[in-house]
């Protein structure tokens, strides 16, 4: 199985805490990391061209829909292709009450 990751630093620690989980623990699984620069990284992830991938993502703000948000259907970074439309709606609905709620919050 081969392990998409960017060649920085973090990004190759990473990798290989991730590559000797499953190979200690799955008895015959060989795990090999391929660092990229990060525009090979992300042009292999557009195309889906990977068995598995892993990338260094820090929050531009202290909310937690920061990393939520990620895994909508529309999102940009969402790689996998992964969608569900309860999840998309959920996400939708809190964005929409929370920018209410400050709304309400900066009248007062």
């Known amino acids: 199985m081969e392990l998409l990751t960017s060649d920085n630093a973090l990004a190759k620690r990473n990798a290989g805490y991730i590559k000797g989980e499953p190979e200690k623990n799955l008895n015959g699984l060989t795990v090999n990391i391929k660092p990229q620069p990060c525009k090979q990284q992300i042009e ?4 889906s061209d990977y ?6 993502r820090g929050p531009d703000v202290p909310d937690p829909i920061t990393f939520l948000d990620l895994f909508t259907t529309d999102s940009t ?6 969608s569900n439309k309860q999840y998309d709606e959920l996400i939708h609905k809190v964005k929409i009450d929370l920018a209410d709620n400050e709304k309400a919050v900066g009248k007062k």
């Open 51 to 56: 068995d598995i991938g892993v990338d260094v």
């Open 44 to 47: 292999l992830f557009l195309n």
């Open 77 to 82: 970074y969402n790689f996998d292709k992964y």
